[in-house]
């Protein structure tokens, strides 16, 4: 593994802990985490795209140390995708930029596509479809038990809710990893995590993700319309969110949009088989282009 360059960037009055890879100066590759993971989870695929003349960039979201804890308790969606924005342009990335999203990385991909979707030259989500993609099993009789069978699977959200549910992380966050992707050692994952989530705010802030999404962040959601071209990777094993949904939703993926199904891999695809996703995404991204500015 090519170690990484650990930086601190600047943006919307606070400082963003980074991992980064690549030459600075050159076009930007900006990776988003999820939950329950930090910015190590790009280990595999920063060098490699680092080897395609990306400057590669994965920040810790807001949060997660070493990146500061949010002002007044924002973690909805629209606060990440701000962030994004904002990183960006701290980093002097231009139109030639990408942006990869895993977990509620993927949610906030997909909100830069429906809000700025000419920002990024490519996109890639991964684990998790479109919020619309979500709620429509419910809405047909023969998707139904699609649906139950994903209610049950996303228990975590309504315990995540449960005032105190942090002070149960030490247990819950090893079991989601051995349940969203069944036979992975996370063993450093996990040291990685908790590393991020040293204390009770950092824990709670971890939670502030779902609980600010389930009050006043439900309407981003539900009004979310994905605008741009996404590569969709999606893990068959996965534990957390069913394959059968993205695939269910994907001809109504943006045009120009690609769904791939990963086999053998669960909800963290890109540590699981990186043999498998690394070489698709640099085939969607592909080499920088020249700076036309």
Known sequence: ????????????????????????????????????????????????????????????????????????????????????????????????????GHDWGAVVTWAVTASEPDRFSRYVAMSVPPPAAIVAP?????????????????WYFLFNQLPGSERTLARLIPKLWRDWSPGYDATEDLRNVFEALDGPDRRRAALRYYRNTLGAGVGELVRMKP????????????????????AMHSSRLPRGSRFEPVDGAGHFLHLERPEIVNPLISEWIGRPQADRG
């Open 227 to 246: 605008g741009a071209p996404v590569l969709y990777l999606h893990g068959t094993g996965d534990g957390c969110a069913q394959v059968e949904i993205g």
């Open 1 to 100: 593994m090519v170690a990484p360059e650990q930086i601190s960037v600047r943006a919307r009055g606070m400082n963003f802990g980074a991992l980064a890879w690549g030459e600075p100066g050159d076009a930007l590759a900006l990776l988003v985490h999820g939950y329950p993971d930090t910015a190590w989870t790009w280990r595999h695929l920063g060098p490699q795209l680092a080897a395609l003349g990306w400057r590669v960039v994965a920040p810790f979201t807001r949060g997660y140390l070493p990146t500061d804890l949010a002002p007044d308790d924002r973690y909805r969606v629209s606060d990440q995708m701000n962030d994004v924005l904002a990183l960006q342009e701290a980093l002097g990335g231009d139109g030639r930029s990408v942006l990869v």
């Open 138 to 154: 419910l809405k047909s009789f023969s998707t139904l038990p699609v649906a139950a069978r994903q209610l049950r699977m996303s």
